[in-house]
Every structure is written in C-alpha cells, then in structure tokens.
C-alpha cells in the first residue's frame, strides 16, 4: 500500500501560506508592544482584524471547503 505525504490539491499552499502570513503579520503587531511608545489601542485593533482574517482563514480552509463545525 502506497501512502502521500504530499497533497494532491495545489490550493493547499494558498492555504498554508495565508494561515503563515497571518501568522508573521501578528508576530509582528504584538512585538511592537514593546516600543516605548506603543499605541496599544492601535496595537489591540490591528490584532483583532488579523485575528478575524486568521479565523476566516482557518474556517475556508483549503480547497474552498468549509471547516467550520457548527
């Protein structure tokens, strides 16, 4: 028996490379927390869109397919 690791669906790399960018794009926000003139609210509504588009993301999954449960 035959097993792929690799995904037959090429928009899983869309996918993945999204989910990454959110990713970098909220490591990046929260890191600027530590400047000594940080803006937290606009630290704080920055995170909240990144996190909205992460969800979003994550719920799309790849393939156009929804993930959500409910």
Same mark, same amino acid.
């Given at each position: 028996m035959r097993f792929n690791l690799r995904p037959? $669906?090429?928009e899983?790399?869309?996918f993945f490379?999204?989910?990454a960018d959110n990713l970098v794009k909220g490591a990046a926000i929260l890191s600027?927390?530590?400047l000594p003139d940080a803006d937290h609210q606009s630290i704080s509504d920055r995170l909240v869109?990144?996190?909205h $588009?992460?969800?979003t993301t994550s719920r799309t999954g790849c393939c156009g397919r929804s993930t959500r449960l409910s």
């Open positions: 037959r $669906a090429d899983f790399y869309d490379k999204e989910a600027e927390l530590s869109d990144t996190e $588009a992460t969800t």
